[in-house]
């Protein structure tokens, strides 16, 4: 099993700044990518940044350029730090990461429990 353990969410004013992480834990072969999900009352959950092993990332359009992702591959750690924040930015912000498992390699996805991000105007 993969636990995904977030931290770093709270409330902040418009054009404040937070800083996302989320620590992955357990039995497994290897991290492929890891991302940032968010999902808003009434809205389904969306992507807002994902990152592969090798570093490469993509950012939803609406967090282009305010949102920056990064990742340690050997702390199994990856971090959002979130800039110029707007009030269409508050949501529970989840954790995910695509694990392949030890012992047949195959691909599961995991989720962090959510944590929440307030903006206000």
């Known amino acids: 099993q993969v636990q995904l353990v977030e931290s770093g969410g709270g409330s902040v004013q418009a054009g404040g700044s937070l800083r996302l992480s989320c620590a992955a834990s357990?039995?497994?072969?290897?991290?492929?990518?890891m991302g940032w999900y968010r999902q808003a009352p009434g809205k389904q959950r969306e992507l807002v940044a994902i990152i592969t092993s090798g570093s490469s990332s993509n950012y939803a359009d609406s967090v282009e350029g305010r949102f920056t992702i990064s990742r340690d591959n050997a702390r199994n750690t990856v971090w959002l730090q979130m800039s110029s924040l707007k009030p269409e930015d508050t949501a529970v912000y989840y954790c995910?990461?695509?694990?392949?498992?030890?012992?047949?390699?195959?691909?599961?996805?995991?989720w962090g429990q959510g944590t929440q991000v307030t903006v206000s105007s």
């Open positions: 995910n990461a695509r694990v392949q498992d030890a012992l047949l390699r195959r691909l599961n996805d995991y």
């Open positions: 357990g039995i497994f072969f290897s991290i492929n990518a």
